[in-house]
Nanobody, 125 residues
Framework: QVQLVESGGGLVQAGGSLRLSCAAS????????MGWSRQAPGEEREFVAA????????TYADSVKGRFAISRDNAKSTLYLQMNSLKPEDTAVYYC??????????????????WGQGTQVTVSS
């Protein structure tokens, strides 16, 4: 079983930036697709970004493409999400995810094995 612990969320003004981190333990981090999903109040959980096990392939939701960047450090078993030009509609709880192949190739938020506890991101207008 993998343990995922997110950090880095907070309150930021529109146009600002945040960097989320996810520390993983318990499994071979470098073997797995990883990603980020988010859930706003009253909304379904949605795909945000995914990265292949080696870090060479990334995919993004259309709503964040060009503003967010996912990366990973396999030596540190850590996943990152750099979020720039934040908008109020980015407000949500962000979850670190261990994904299956479908999470990366189909951007399917249900194609996941494990989730962290989430970190709140709030963007004020």
């Amino acid at each position: 079983q993998v343990q995922l612990v997110e950090s880095g969320g907070g309150l930021v003004q529109a146009g600002g930036s945040l960097r989320l981190s996810c520390a993983a333990s318990g499994r071979t981090f470098s073997s797995y697709v990883m990603g980020w999903s988010r859930q706003a109040p009253g909304e379904e959980r949605e795909f945000v970004a995914a990265i292949s096990s080696g870090g060479g392939i990334t995919t993004y939701a259309d709503s964040v493409k060009g503003r967010f960047a996912i990366s990973r450090d396999n030596a540190k078993s850590t996943l990152y999400l750099q979020m720039n030009s934040l908008k109020p509609e980015d407000t949500a709880v962000y979850y670190c995810v261990v994904g299956s192949t479908g999470y990366l190739t189909r951007r399917d938020p249900s194609a996941s094995d494990s989730w962290g506890q989430g970190t709140q991101v709030t963007v004020s207008s």
